[in-house]
């Protein structure tokens, strides 16, 4: 047994959400079918236009479906440092942490050979053209700590190293609030090398 | 700091699945922006098709596209037996368990006052017409275990009493490979009244 083709349909195509399964997928397409189908028909229509309308901000390919994304629409703020980050989420955690006024670089990856995703996809060239544009002040690395995220912000700096701009790279070391029993040993490590002058 | 109007609208439309708060909606929003744009779209497009033209099969409430539902359809099942159930998921668990062979009719819910559902939302009339043109041998009532659910097939059982047909509920007891310590105790003294006579 199982439900109808069109439900079916439904339910296979819900999969595409990550962390839905069988079960999750049976639970949303029912909730939809049997108690809001108005919610269901807007959300299809927003998924649509958003698919079809969101693109990259010109300037940092950040998400937007304007030509500058509102980040680089805010003069106040500061033109003098870069942020590169992986992904929209990344510079999403970064705001929501506060304090970094400056502006941004989104690659939406990281370099993976085995994958097929070399510099041009992660738009180093536009970033090269960026920075020898705007000539700011430093350029912060911030890819994520693993092994991709290393490789790419080495092959950027590499690249970028003629300009002879600053550039930096987040402080690593053991998490805030955390319990050192519960720290990998590669973070400890690093904590340790990185270690600084107690001051109070 | 929020991203772009369209994608905040996204993971605001997001929301109406069940079990979807904000972190997830940001997950599921950038995993279709940045790495499924077809998965989505496709999904878009299943859903606003799925939530117009799936309605009810006209003999049994079920979930179809077409007129019949595919159980409806089949001519091998027995029509000496109806199974009323309040939702299409709890037709497709008794289905996975396999066994049984008659019919159904979903009721899309069960009665509730206080929300405004009443009989005519249940299609209790359609109920009673079916059962009287197509005269099964048994009715069973298998409406949540639940005051709701009670409440239903009382009020169901009370309907179709003048249709002189047996009528019957599914039996209560402690689940199958559960253990008794962790069986509330509503369940446990209902267990103890159903009680059966032991052979092996
Ligand atoms: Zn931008
Ligand atoms: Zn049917």
Known sequence: ???????EQ???SLRVLPGVGPRTAQRMALHLLERDREGGLRLSQVMAEALDRVGYCRRCRNLTEQ????????????DRTICVVESPADLMAIEEAGGYQGRYFVLHGHLSPLDGIGPEDLGLDALEKLV???APDEV?????PTVEGEASAHYIAE???PLEIRLSRLAYGVPMGGDLEYVD????????LGRQAFSD
Do not use: D, H
């Not at 040993?185 to 340790?192: I, N, Y």
């Open 1 to 7: 047994m199982t439900f109808s083709p069109l439900v």
């Open 10 to 12: 439904l339910l296979e």
């Open 67 to 78: 030509s500058l994304c509102s980040i680089c629409e805010e003069t106040r703020r500061s």
């Open 132 to 134: 020898r544009e705007e």
């Open 140 to 144: 912060i690395l911030a890819t994520n």
């Open 159 to 161: 690249q970028l190293r």
């Open 185 to 192: 040993s590669g973070t400890l490590s690093r904590a340790f």
